[in-house]
């Protein structure tokens, strides 16, 4: 398993609910795989299709195990929303400033195929959303505008040449 940078298609597809007859040694395996590619990456989480399987989930790093995330949905957000800054495996280097609903409330099962309900907020609201959103074949320079965009891109190449020249 490997890391699917940005211009990969798959990255927008949308990605197969898993079922219970999924949870079998082999996706346990590819859960692992996908565990370690988020660490080789230095991720803070990855979701199943950046690294080519396209399944509804997604795992977050913990300083205990990862939290594996079975076919998450988001409930309901908050009408308050705040900004921060996002980064992406998939688009190294690439920061951008998303505003996002502040809190949600979600469910999902674990490996074990029980359901989990909870609520987050702030970054580990943002987060949950943006590994949602890449699920569904959305990613998140799709959230800001096309200047926004544009300029982080700038400052993005204006680093490399920077490095490059050191
Ligand atoms: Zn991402």
Known sequence: MELLYTGDK??????IEVTQ???TDDFNNDIVNLTNVM????????AAPQAGMQKRLFVIRNSSNPSIIINPEIVSFSKETILSREGCLSFPGLYLTIRRPETIMYKARNLEWQEQEGELS???????QHE???LNGILFVDK?????L??????????????SKV
């Open 10 to 15: 798959q990255l927008l597809e949308k990605s």
């Open 21 to 23: 007859s999924d949870l």
């Open 39 to 46: 660490y080789l990456h230095d991720g803070l989480a990855i």
């Open 132 to 134: 949602l959103d890449h």
């Open 144 to 148: 800001v505008s096309e200047f926004k």
């Open 122 to 128: 702030g970054e580990d609201a943002v987060m949950f």
């Open 150 to 163: 544009k300029r982080a891109k700038k400052a993005l190449q204006k680093k490399i040449t920077k490095n």
